[in-house]
């Protein structure tokens, strides 16, 4: 394996994970609960009246944002080297493993691991593995 020196942005990649680990910190500190985006959505789903406005609020900060980066920066464009077919097999696959799991990558893989919650680090070995296995059997396997 190689390293692209060219596009490698260990800078911009350093800062977005310090902003995703202060977003988090904040949220729980403020709000007492774990910013895991499939139970924010998951509460949309069923809502209680007293849930729905900081859910809202939430899913309209991760809509939002990159909306306003796209606006005001500089667009990039993100090859996607798939159809939609693969893509919503994907993300239904995505779905079920965060039912069975109990939750998704970054509430699992951000605020459990952050917090040493031993569910959290099998989880995010769990979904860690199943991915590097993917790849492996969908670009080596099956050459695809």
Excluded: E, K
């Amino acid at each position: 394996m190689t390293i692209d020196w060219i596009a490698f942005t260990p800078w911009s990649a350093l800062g977005g994970g310090v902003l995703i680990g202060l977003a988090a910190a904040l949220y729980v500190l403020f709000n007492g609960r774990v910013a895991g985006v499939s139970g924010v959505l998951g509460g949309l789903l069923r809502p209680r009246p007293t849930d729905v406005a900081w859910r809202l609020a939430f899913v309209a900060g991760l809509v939002l944002t990159p909306t306003l980066f796209l606006l005001l920066g500089r667009p990039q464009t993100v090859p996607i080297g798939t159809g939609y077919g693969a893509l919503v097999l994907a993300g239904l696959l995505v779905g079920t493993g965060t039912r069975f799991g109990s939750g998704c990558t970054s509430g699992h893989g951000v605020c459990g691991v952050s917090r040493l919650s031993p569910r959290s680090m099998v989880a995010t070995a769990a979904f860690m593995a199943a991915g590097f296995a993917t790849v492996y059997v969908i670009r080596h396997l099956m050459g695809i």
